[in-house]
């Protein structure tokens, strides 16, 4: 830590940590609990990503500045774009049938889903997107994909070959797993705890893939500039 502390500008990972507990170490089994770290700052800038609440004030009692890169939305933006190229590379490589000929429903209309849609539509007609919110249903057919309410869902999952879920809460548990198709492929892109009953699933053979970090994975040149592009905008250096 004393290497790092002699520094005014400090970068994290992104996010800064995945179980709230340690810092996010990638490619290091270093083990460092988030709260001593930001306790050990003071009078520096820090630049990371998902800060929370605590963590900002932890940073702000001992005079630190700091830029959250995942609140700067042209870097979401971006993100979303990778993630939904990165899922369409998953869907290709985790299936036996072409994206043409395959029934796709998307879970979730935010950043992530609108890409997917748009992506995906170029390839098949057969694409449906699932949202809770009615004004999201009505964007979702004026885009021309078909739209989903969530409380009819379970009727429906024996159709598709392919189920993408971008919502970060449990949205595919154990009753609604029961009804997808022997064969389909699942593919989850939701922070942890992720959205899908992996313990079932593994049970009963269901095809999972669960991928987190995707532009860092496929397209770390683009996100590291766009990040270093962020930092001189905001003229933190």
């Given at each position: 830590m ?6 005014k500008n ?23 609990k988030?709260e ?8 520096k800038?820090?630049?990371s990503?998902a ?5 900002k ?9 700091f ?6 939305d ?18 290709i490589?985790?299936?036996?049938k ?14 992530i ?5 748009n992506?995906l539509?170029?390839?098949?007609k ?17 885009n ?41 492929t699942?593919?989850d892109?939701s922070s ?10 593994k ?22 500039e766009?990040?270093?592009?962020i930092?001189y ?5």
């Amino acid at each position: 830590m004393d290497d790092v502390l002699k520094y005014k500008n400090i970068i994290t990972s992104i996010p800064i940590t995945k179980d709230k507990i340690y810092l996010n170490f990638q490619y290091s089994d270093l083990k460092i609990k988030i709260e001593t770290f930001l306790k050990q700052l003071k009078d520096k800038f820090l630049i990371s990503g998902a800060l929370s609440k605590e963590d900002k004030d932890i940073l702000l009692k001992n005079k630190n500045n700091f830029l959250d890169i995942l609140e700067d939305d042209t870097y979401t933006i971006l993100n979303a774009r990778i993630t939904a190229e990165g899922i369409i590379k998953l869907a290709i490589e985790n299936t036996d049938k072409s994206l043409y000929d395959s029934k796709i429903l998307i879970l979730g209309y935010g950043r992530i889903g609108k890409n997917l849609c748009n992506i995906l539509k170029v390839f098949s007609k057969n694409i449906y997107c699932m949202s809770n919110s009615k004004e999201e249903l009505e964007w979702i057919n004026i885009n021309g994909i078909y739209a989903v309410k969530f409380n009819l869902i379970e009727k429906i999952l024996n159709k598709f070959d392919i189920i993408i879920n971008t919502i970060p809460c449990l949205i595919l548990d154990k009753d609604k797993l029961k009804c997808v198709k022997k064969d389909v492929t699942i593919i989850d892109v939701s922070s942890k705890p992720g959205g899908i009953d992996f313990e079932y699933a593994k049970k009963n053979k269901i095809k999972v893939v669960w991928e987190l970090g995707i532009p860092g994975k496929i397209s770390p040149i683009t996100c590291a500039e766009k990040i270093k592009k962020i930092i001189y905008e905001k003229n933190v250096t």
